[in-house]
């Protein structure tokens, strides 16, 4: 048991920074449904990591396809289910059927060398 938290402690590496672009996403950890389980957004050279789980319908997944978690402006993250807008940075919903809801943050870590990780409990 000690050994499996320690291992859950440990960074994951995921990707080098430069692997998304800028207001663009990405997902990862995909589910037997093929569904991210959680997801990054680049927005003005920042990260920002959130669950695949919109606040609307018991955290039904949001993305119509691969990576696509953003609307057509790449200004919002999109829920293709339900068409509500959240902020990037926030997670905040600014429109939709679950405005003043948010989405679950995933810390995501960059180290000086651009390679992108998280804690593998902080997705639990």
Request: with cysteine; charged share 20%.
């Amino acid at each position: 048991m000690a050994e499996l938290n320690k291992k859950l402690n440990e960074n994951m590496y995921l990707c080098h920074i430069d692997d998304i672009e800028e207001g663009a996403s990405k997902g990862f950890l995909s589910d037997e449904s093929g569904s991210d389980l959680f997801f990054i957004v680049k927005q003005e050279g920042q990260l920002f990591g959130w669950r695949n789980a919109c606040p609307h319908v018991d955290g039904a997944p949001m993305a119509w396809r691969k990576d696509a978690y953003m609307n057509s402006q790449h200004t919002f993250i999109s829920c293709h289910a339900h068409g509500a807008l959240f902020e990037p940075n926030t997670g905040l919903c600014v429109q939709g059927p679950c405005l003043g809801k948010s989405l679950k943050p995933v810390p995501v870590y960059v180290n000086q060398a651009g390679k992108v990780s998280i804690l593998l409990t902080d997705i639990r």
